[in-house]
């Protein structure tokens, strides 16, 4: 049997292809965009990588975009943010599973903010267990962004009595890697961890934090990534039902991005 080679290749069908590929140049090309801050500021990547620069430009949403919520195979593999966010990415071109979690939520609220404006209504519960309805500005939501020193790799340094211990901060895949598994703790720490007193090897790192080190140095260790991750600060200031200021955190509910579904 003769091998296909490209004079093989329906003309009509190239054509087609270039046409889309034309297309979407150009769709990109007249739909207004922004440029994002990411909360890491580009320090946690590699020093080569496209993200160092800490910045992300991404476009509005577009009628075709608004689709991608609503798609059943997107919903069923809980994969519907992800899609959109890849969607809206307009520079500069990387992979996106190395995306730093903490990134994400933070071009998560600049979509929903680009695409439906800055007001969320939300239900809180108060102090006295009861529920009220609030106006979440998201504009307004502080960026926590991380004080701790990075190397070249992007990595940091955590220093105890008995460990000088390189760490990172997870990427989207390897944060959805450690929910899946029955010790999400471990494998957090696992992921997150580099080397241990110079040790990079994978299993014997595995080894010395399944056996070496003592449950109160791994949660410290554990506390300390945590404190320090880049992220959003989702607590808020509310009025209580009685006049009464009170602070907290705000769910993100089916219609962060669908505002005109009422509230029950």
């Known amino acids: 049997m003769s091998q296909v080679t490209d004079k093989y290749v329906d003309p009509i069908e190239r ?22 801050d990411l909360p890491s500021e580009g320090r946690f990547y590699p020093k080569n990588h496209p993200l160092r620069s800490g910045k992300i430009e991404m476009r509005y949403m577009t009628a075709y975009d608004e689709d991608i919520l609503t798609t059943p195979s997107y919903i069923t593999n809980n994969v519907t943010i992800d899609k959109l966010i890849q969607e809206l990415i307009v520079a500069p071109e990387f992979n996106y599973t190395e995306l730093l979690n903490c990134d994400k939520d933070a071009l998560v ?38 004080l701790i020193p990075s190397d070249e790799h992007g990595y940091c340094t955590y220093n105890s009595k008995q460990y000088n211990i390189k760490f990172k901060f997870l990427t989207i895949q390897e944060q959805k890697d450690v929910q899946k598994t029955e010790k999400p703790g471990f494998e957090f720490l696992c992921k997150s961890i580099i080397s241990i007193n110079g040790e990079t090897n994978t299993e014997k790192l595995r080894e010395i934090l399944r056996y070496e080190i003592l449950n109160t140095d791994s949660r410290e260790l554990r506390q300390y990534i945590i404190d320090n991750l880049p992220t959003m600060d989702l607590t808020q200031e509310f009025t209580d039902d009685q006049g009464g200021i009170f602070s907290a955190g705000f769910p993100i509910r089916p219609d962060f991005f669908y505002p005109d579904i009422k509230l029950s």
């Open 15 to 36: 054509a087609k292809a270039n046409a889309i590929a034309e297309y979407s140049t150009k769709k990109i090309s007249t739909v207004p965009t922004e440029i994002i």
């Open 109 to 146: 609220l600049a979509a929903r903010i680009l695409s439906y404006g800055k007001n969320y209504n939300v239900v809180i519960d108060t102090p006295s267990n009861k529920q009220i309805k609030a106006t979440i500005d998201l504009s307004k939501i502080q960026l926590k962004q991380s």
